[in-house]
T-cell receptor, first 113, second 113 residues
Framework: SQTIHQWPATLVQPVGSPLSLECTVE??????LYWYRQAAGRGLQLLFY??????ISSEVPQNLSASRPQDRQFILSSKKLLLSDSGFYLC????????????FGPGTRLTVT | KQEVTQIPAALSVPEGENLVLNCSFT??????LQWFRQDPGKGLTSLLL?????REQTSGRLNASLDKSSGRSTLYIAASQPGDSATYLC????????????FGQGTTLQVKP
């Protein structure tokens, strides 16, 4: 069966510091991978998606970036965090884009102080 | 622009009651609709996926229906239990090219023993 991991589970970072969140998927090959952010009062918003190694598409302009160095690894990064980057970051995977179900990880709670 | 609305925002019912959660979307051109459950501080658990060509899906005590023409979906929970207490989110996929899901704000359900 497939499993999706995210770490860290929680993170408190000062404004201006860098960020690296990691997501890995087990039990499947060549998944589509997604980063979502859930901010208070704003619902869930897609940030990035990837259909393969090194292939990243951005949905929302921001000071975040994503990378996919390996087939089942997806990383969310920032060089300098803003207060507005606080939120709950969720990674998800699916077997394809079209009619496939998406499965979510446990999330990372990021607080920027 | 697709918008997804869930009403009510919160719902409290006694244990054993049958209940319906509502989800509406503004553009009927969707590829599928997914219902999720989110426990406080946790990730999303996929409950049901309904493809655009389907009318309903069932899993245990859960039944989800889809009426594309009217832009509505309902999640029916039979014989509710305290363990059903959570936030329920619906999400629609509007294009097969990105896998992007557009989420509603959710309905927070409390089932009282």
């Amino acid at each position: 069966s497939q499993t999706i991991h995210q770490w860290p589970a929680t993170l408190v970072q000062p404004v201006g510091s860098p960020l690296s969140l990691e997501c890995t998927v087990e039990g499947t090959s060549n998944p589509n991978l997604y980063w979502y952010r859930q901010a208070a009062g704003r619902g869930l918003q897609l940030l990035f998606y990837s259909v393969g190694i090194g292939q990243i598409s951005s949905e929302v302009p921001q000071n975040l970036s994503a990378s996919r160095p390996q087939d089942r690894q997806f990383i969310l990064s920032s060089k300098k965090l803003l207060l507005s980057d606080s939120g709950f970051y969720l990674c998800a995977w699916s077997a394809g884009h079209g009619t496939y179900e998406q499965y979510f990880g446990p999330g990372t709670r990021l607080t920027v102080t | 622009k697709q918008e997804v609305t869930q009403i009510p925002a919160a719902l409290s019912v006694p244990e054993g009651e049958n209940l319906v959660l509502n989800c509406s979307f503004t553009d009927s051109a969707i590829y599928n609709l997914q219902w999720f459950r989110q426990d406080p501080g946790k990730g999303l658990t996929s409950l049901l996926l309904i493809q655009s060509s389907q009318r309903e899906q069932t899993s245990g005590r859960l039944n989800a229906s889809l009426d594309k023409s009217s832009g509505r979906s309902t999640l029916y929970i039979a014989a509710s239990q305290p363990g059903d207490s959570a936030t329920y989110l619906c999400a629609v996929k509007v294009t097969p090219n990105t896998g992007k899901l557009i989420f509603g704000q959710g309905t927070t359900l409390q089932v009282k023993p």
